[in-house]
């Protein structure tokens, strides 16, 4: 008992320095405008306007790692995929299977919570245009890195949304102590590596992009959350009448 109240400090202190952390001036001018000019539909609220942390048990068993928090989505909300349009698909798939509370995330107050998973990123500010630089993927990555260690204890899957985050994941879980394969795994949707105990899975984003286009459904999200959730030993739900949606045909 005492060993996991002590994980459960060390997560709360990581979350807590997180949003203290300034290191990227051009994050931090971008996400404090941000949150000064705000968005029209959100002109009563006040944003969070600082970097985002982790949101999830910290004894979780399954990460998901995402790109950085959106503007006014987890910006404005304080939380991961909160508030913007992404998160409606990402806690919607995610109620669907059983590892959320409800199928949305509105705002801190809205009593969501996770079963046995935990959200972070490889950027905890909302970047310009969706895009942090190399270098700012590079130097908040030793919070990820220590996320990682902290949650080692218990966590036996990842999931990983996007390109980008891959590539700013294998480096951290290097860093952490796994043994990421030689030359590095490419990403792809529904890819599964191997990182000694630990099952790695790729996901295409749930960016609005991918998710109007029909790149990423509903359907193919629910697959990856599944397969992962069930390899990290976590209880699903029932294959519901969604899960018999055929899946989409390669292009």
């Known amino acids: 008992m005492n060993d996991r109240l002590g994980r459960l400090d060390g997560l709360g202190h990581l979350d807590e320095r997180i949003t203290r952390c300034r290191a990227c001036p051009r994050l931090v001018e971008w996400r ?32 998901i790692v995402g790109l950085a928090p959106a503007a006014h989505g987890g910006n404005r909300t304080g ?4 508030g913007d349009r992404s998160g ?20 801190l107050d809205d009593g969501l919570t996770l079963h046995g998973v935990r959200i972070t990123s490889p950027v905890h500010c909302a970047p310009p245009a969706n895009k942090p630089t190399t270098t700012e993927r590079d130097t908040c ?10 949650l080692r204890p218990t966590l036996r899957a990842v999931i990983v949304l996007g390109g980008f985050g891959w590539q700013a994941a294998l480096p951290a879980f290097t860093e952490a102590g796994w043994t990421v394969p030689r030359p590095r795994p490419a990403f792809g949707h529904g890819a599964r590596v191997d990182l000694g105990g630990l099952a790695l899975f790729g996901c295409y984003h749930v960016s609005q992009r991918n998710t109007f286009t029909g790149r990423l459904t509903p359907h193919m999200l629910r697959g990856v959350l599944r397969t ?24």
Do not use: C, I, N
């Open 79 to 82: 939380r991961m995929f909160t």
């Open 141 to 150: 990555r030793p919070w990820l890195v220590r996320e990682l260690e902290l």
């Open 88 to 107: 409606e698909v990402l806690y919607r798939a995610m109620y669907d299977v059983g590892l959320a509370s409800r199928p949305d995330a509105v705002d």
């Open 32 to 63: 404090e405008e941000v949150a000064r000019t705000k968005r029209a539909a959100f002109a009563d609220e006040t944003y969070w306007g600082r970097p985002v942390p982790g949101f999830g048990p910290h004894d979780a068993s399954l990460l």
């Open 228 to 251: 992962a959730a069930m390899e990290a030993g976590l209880d699903v739900a029932p294959f519901g009448a969604t899960d018999l949606e055929p899946p989409p045909q390669a292009s």
